[in-house]
């Protein structure tokens, strides 16, 4: 999540009683699709900021309206006892068809902003859950997407005037939402055309919330990408990630520029390689892996010969064979290991993740036993491992399969 850069201005209420105020967060081009955020219970705090933020990032001018503002305007509450009772209280008191009301307003008055070209939507949590799914039902939001929404299944006589994309995230464990009346959401919208519901298993409300005491993270991932791709599809903003990739690529392996290579992703971005558990997280400790342990680390002769390229809504996954001759020390896939002067091929598979238009990390795979067998550090004698095998056969599937298999020969 990025520090708050966005800015307050005023709704006016369809009803004509009054206005009320909104946070409006941009992406760095200054433009883009529109969203509307609907608050949780505890108002457009600094948790609801950071995801319009995070939004403004993927490209969204994001409005986050003071949904409780007939009731008590500018609520922003944590989530200590005092401020759960708090919320509750407000919630309690909230007319939500006047909330929808309101949702409608805000998205009114994105839509006559500068900033928002093309389409828009609504983007809902917990009670802008149930706010997104009516937004679906009584707006002309092209798409809208809520995290467990309360209180859904008392108003799916109105999904037959569902119009524009509707993705539902749903708790397998949220109390708010028992079995019997997230069986009635399913079996009513699971069928309909453009409606998209997940449930995520073995987790509780509010699993997206960053911090909070039932967030989890592979579940949020899993939601985030979901929504996205949803937003993405209907109302873009469309980027050529294979474009961004490849220059990013040609910085850090073709002209080997640290400078270059930072300017291709966020702010604060991070990369894993998963097997030897190298990187870095956040510009400081990602841009000194790159200058001392990366960039210039590879051996002259290094080469990527692609194989498959898999693009999505929000990322990449690239399939390659990563290429080099060992003739100096590689810190980031071979540590401490002197140059062994042998010639290594291993597969490398590589899932990047976006953020808008730059890179927001990475996740790298190979097979380490592969390339400790080929420097010549592990024997693969007796054991279930391969060396320059494992590349060769990644390019022809004709090799010779299940050779590390003795029961294969007894078997046919």
């Known amino acids: 999540m990025t520090a708050q850069k966005g800015r307050w201005l005023q709704v006016p209420a369809i009803d004509g009683s009054g206005s009320f105020r909104a946070y409006l967060a941009t992406p760095a081009s200054g433009k883009g699709p529109g969203i509307v955020l609907a608050q949780e219970i505890f108002g457009v705090n600094a948790t609801m900021r950071q995801v319009a933020d995070y939004y403004a990032e993927e490209g969204y001018v994001v409005l986050a309206p003071d949904l409780f503002w007939r009731q008590q305007p500018e609520v922003e509450l944590g989530y200590a006892p005092d401020d759960w009772q708090k919320a509750f209280a407000l919630y309690k008191g909230f007319d939500e068809d006047k909330g929808t009301e309101d949702v409608a307003a805000s998205l009114a008055l ?26 679906a039902c009584r707006t002309d939001a092209d798409v809208c997407v809520g995290y467990y929404g309360v209180g859904i299944e008392q108003r799916l006589e109105e999904a037959e ?58 579940s949020a991932l899993m939601a985030h990408e979901r929504s996205v791709a949803a937003f993405r599809r209907e109302m873009g903003p469309h980027y050529d990630f294979s474009a961004l990739w490849d220059k990013h690529c040609e910085y850090e392996f073709g002209t080997r520029n640290v400078a270059d290579t930072m300017a291709t992703m966020v702010a604060e971005p991070y990369v894993n390689h998963i097997p030897t558990m190298t990187g870095g997280v956040g510009h400081a400790m990602l841009s000194r892996f790159y200058q001392h342990h990366f960039v210039n680390s590879n051996p002259p002769d290094t080469r990527l010969v692609p194989i498959s390229r898999t693009v999505g809504a929000t990322q990449i996954v690239d399939e390659m064979l990563f290429c080099f001759t060992h003739t100096c020390e590689i810190d980031w896939l071979l540590p401490g290991v002197a140059p062994t002067g042998r010639p290594v ?7 990047v993740k976006f953020r808008g238009d730059k890179l927001y990390h990475e996740h790298i795979y190979w097979d380490q036993a592969s390339v400790l067998v080929q420097v010549g550090l592990l024997d693969p004698k007796g054991l279930p491992v391969a060396g320059v095998e494992t590349a060769r056969k990644l390019l022809d599937e004709t090799q010779p399969s299940n050779t590390l298999m003795a029961a294969w020969s007894r078997s046919g």
């Open 110 to 135: 994105l839509r006559s902003l500068p900033e928002q070209q093309g389409k828009a939507g609504v983007l809902g949590f917990c009670m802008g859950g149930k706010l997104a799914y009516l937004a």
């Open 345 to 351: 091929e291993i597969p490398l598979v590589a899932i």
């Open 161 to 218: 005037r569902i119009q524009g994309r509707l993705v539902l995230h749903i708790p397998e464990l949220d109390g708010f939402c028992p079995p019997e009346a997230r069986s009635r959401i399913v079996e009513t919208l699971g069928a309909r055309p453009g409606c998209e519901l997940y449930v995520y298993p073995g987790v509780d409300h509010a699993f997206a919330r960053l911090g909070g005491d039932h967030y989890h993270k592979p």
